[in-house]
């Protein structure tokens, strides 16, 4: 099981950090992923790290702004969001794959969402 947690209502400008805990299930050798859903959008792709935390890749929406980072120790994932904006709001999700990857059915296991709103 995948939890999110860390969002809330942020300022244009703010700064959030994510967290994702694994409990019944390590994550050291999955490849994990952030994914977001805005209100009557589709899921996208925000950001994704390697099983090894030795590879990692940005949406272009976030790019510059967001970093995604791993702690094996904790079995936990996290997402550094930075200089919000409006367009940002969102359900953040947490997600594990085996294969490497920007698409959903790559991931196999999902948390429940975490939600970040950006007041303009």
């Known amino acids: 099981q995948l939890v999110e947690s860390g ?25 994990m992923g952030w994914f977001r859903q805005a209100p009557g ?25 967001f970093t995604i980072s791993r ?16 367009d940002d709001t969102a359900v953040y999700y947490c997600a594990a794959a085996s294969t490497l990857g920007t698409l959903e059915h790559l991931y196999s296991y999902w948390g429940q969402g975490t939600q970040v709103t950006v007041s303009s």
Request: hydrophobic share 30%.
């Open 71 to 86: 702690d094996k120790a904790k079995n936990a994932l996290y997402l550094q969001m930075n200089n919000l904006k409006p």
């Open 41 to 65: 959008k589709e899921r996208e792709f925000v950001a994704n790290i390697a099983w090894n935390g030795r590879s990692t890749y940005y949406g272009d929406l976030v790019k510059g702004r």
């Open 7 to 31: 969002g809330g209502l942020v300022q244009t400008g703010g700064s959030l950090r994510l967290s994702c805990i694994a409990s019944g299930r390590t994550l050291h050798s999955y490849n």
